[in-house]
């Protein structure tokens, strides 16, 4: 299978609520996000599709038919709007990013469905992934497992550490040949990005996989206050004889974190070091 990925964007406010809920009821549910008023989002949106290459064009599906499809499932009903529960696009459901993401996956399923009726090369080709992001802190994916569309929430958080890279099994000679200037006596920092990734099923009343206010806390307090502004060899126990390496680093996140996030489970933690270097960990036996 070959996989070819476009990417879309679009502007619209929206409003989370439920209209049997007081405003007050709406703002503990929904925090800012229950804003009479609403707010919005440049949302970015990149859609997966995969099948065989064509014999005749060479091609999985032509671009252009890909965007038609986008443009007009994605776009057209999207951008500009002011969406909530009553507005026609989102049929009685909340639009969370969680609802959105499964309204994109199936109005995509849809459209290429239309499409393979007109041109029968197009008709092997299905949605894989879709993936929407209201921000960099917040993405939400629906990816097919299994052939069944499953969706995972990302949320992004921030802190700054310094580290040397030096192991007590190694010589110091070997430490030196190993990690170079990232063993400096003296250490060296970086503004880590923390990826957090959840999967669950979706609350069919509230729109929402996780309560966003919980998992911020727990990450809080559970990773980013113990380690921003810190140095990870001296300031941090479970580094004190652990060589902190970004691969160290992100499993022991994923240990700290795991016992609070059960409902819904953890999925993946990603530690970004730099912009070029990302490391993630699955969990045991993944």
Not at 194 to 221: N, S
Not at 230 to 259: G, H, M, Q, Y
Not at 278 to 284: E, M, N
Request: charged share 25%.
């Amino acid at each position: 299978m070959i996989l070819l990925t476009r990417q879309v964007k679009f502007s619209a406010g929206h409003r989370y609520f439920l209209p049997e809920l007081s405003d007050g009821e709406n703002t503990q549910l929904y925090g800012l996000c229950a804003n009479p008023n609403g707010h919005g989002h440049d949302y970015r949106c990149e859609v997966t599709v995969g099948g065989e290459i064509h014999a005749e064009t060479g091609m999985v599906l032509n671009v252009v038919d890909l965007k038609a499809v986008l443009e007009d499932v994605v776009v057209e009903p999207l951008d500009g709007e002011f969406l909530t529960i009553e507005h026609p696009v989102c049929r009685g459901r909340v639009p969370t990013s969680e609802n959105l993401v499964r309204y994109i996956w199936h109005g995509v399923e849809h459209g290429l469905g239309r499409l393979a009726a007109r041109e029968p090369a197009a008709g092997g080709v299905r949605v894989q992934r879709v993936r929407l992001a209201e921000n960099r802190w917040l993405s939400v994916e629906c990816v097919r497992r299994e052939e069944i569309p499953t969706v995972l929430l990302t949320r992004s958080y921030e802190f700054s550490a310094a580290h040397r890279l030096h192991s007590a099994r190694l010589s110091d000679e070997k430490n030196h040949e190993i990690f170079g200037k990232c063993n400096n006596p003296y250490g060296h920092g970086h503004n880590y990005t923390l990826e957090v990734t959840v999967q669950g099923d979706i609350d069919e009343r509230t729109g929402m996989m996780v309560d966003l206010g919980y998992l911020d806390g727990i990450v809080e307090e559970h990773v980013v206050r113990r380690y921003d502004h810190k140095n990870l060899n001296l300031d941090i126990p479970e580094f004190r004889e652990l060589n902190p390496t970004s691969e160290n680093l992100v499993k022991v996140i994923w240990e700290r974190l795991t016992p609070y996030l059960k409902h819904p489970p953890l999925y993946k933690v990603t530690v970004r070091e730099t912009d070029r270097n990302a490391f993630s960990y699955y969990g045991d036996g993944k």
